[in-house]
């Protein structure tokens, strides 16, 4: 399968090493979701799931912010058109679409996901974060859910992901207050796996996710199947699916080369098959 090419400035995809890095590039807006970007990028992660070639996703944002989340601005220029409105079932249905094809279909890879966040990560842009396994953050970023300061309820399932990341006391706290969480506290309260020096976010950024992406591909994929299910089963049942899971992985080529190089006393050289 080709590699992807963007049909918009406003995204910017590379595949290098087997990562996928995702760039949203509107650092004047600080990387708002504007219609144009939030299309393109659903269709790059139906690419990233697609493609064999792609072994892991690294998400961020060009400038000095990752995602400050929907465009304030073009919500109030939106309401100030004369043009016909849709109905709450269509204005839902188009809702419902998008949010599927970039925030389900990101949390739903089979793949690892890491986002950098090099700035703010507000409201939708905190959504898209969360979607990903792992978060990496330069010292000067901030969280925000944002939604109340603008009397807004939440998108993109935040309140679901937020949640599984955080006691519920917190993410409740963090939701209906909008309060800016500094990348210090975003570590202790873990909203973030790593925090790292501004100017070594990218490079660290792109080493975790290339090391991702080197890994045992059908492994990988079953752990994220056991983590997805653990809070919504018995341990009973987790068990059996793990067993089930287990005995799939010793039939792939990884677990027989990880076999092989642990008798030789080397580092494995996974093929994702």
């Known amino acids: 399968m080709p590699e992807f090419a963007s049909d918009t400035a406003l995204l910017n995809v590379a595949l290098n090493d087997r990562v996928a890095v995702i760039t949203l590039n509107r650092p004047e807006a ?14 790059v992660i139906r690419w990233a799931g697609e ?5 892991a996703v ?32 269509q204005a839902f249905r188009d809702l419902q679409a998008r949010h599927r094809a970039i925030g389900g279909a990101l949390r739903a890879l089979r793949k690892p996901t890491l986002a950098a966040l090099p700035g ?12 990903c396994d792992m978060r990496m953050a330069a010292t000067s970023a901030f969280l925000t859910t944002g939604y109340a300061r603008i009397g807004l309820s ?6 679901w992901l937020l949640s599984r990341v955080v006691p519920p006391a917190t993410a409740r706290e963090l939701m209906l207050t909008s309060r800016r ?11 973030i796996n790593w925090l790292v020096e501004d100017d070594q976010l990218q490079e660290a950024a792109f080493a975790r996710a290339r090391e991702l992406a080197q890994g045992p591909g059908v492994a990988l994929a079953y752990i994220k199947d056991n983590l997805d299910e653990a809070l919504d089963i018995d341990h009973w049942t987790a068990i059996d699916r793990e067993a089930d899971r287990l005995l799939k992985t010793r039939s792939t080529e990884d677990h027989r080369e990880a076999v092989r190089a642990f008798a030789e006393k080397r580092e494995p050289h996974f093929s994702g098959r």
């Open 51 to 55: 493609d064999d070639d792609v072994g």
């Open 58 to 89: 690294l998400l961020t944002g060009a400038g000095k912010a990752f995602c400050s989340g929907g465009d304030v601005k073009a919500m109030g220029a939106r309401r100030d058109e004369q043009a016909p409105r849709s109905t709450h079932e």
């Open 181 to 191: 969480v500094g990348a210090d506290e975003a570590l202790r309260l873990g909203l």
């Open 154 to 159: 939440g998108d993109y399932g935040i309140a």
């Open 30 to 43: 600080r990387n708002a979701l504007a219609p144009e970007l939030t299309a393109a990028l659903g269709r």
């Open 120 to 131: 703010a990560a507000a409201g939708a842009g905190m959504a898209l974060a969360l979607a």
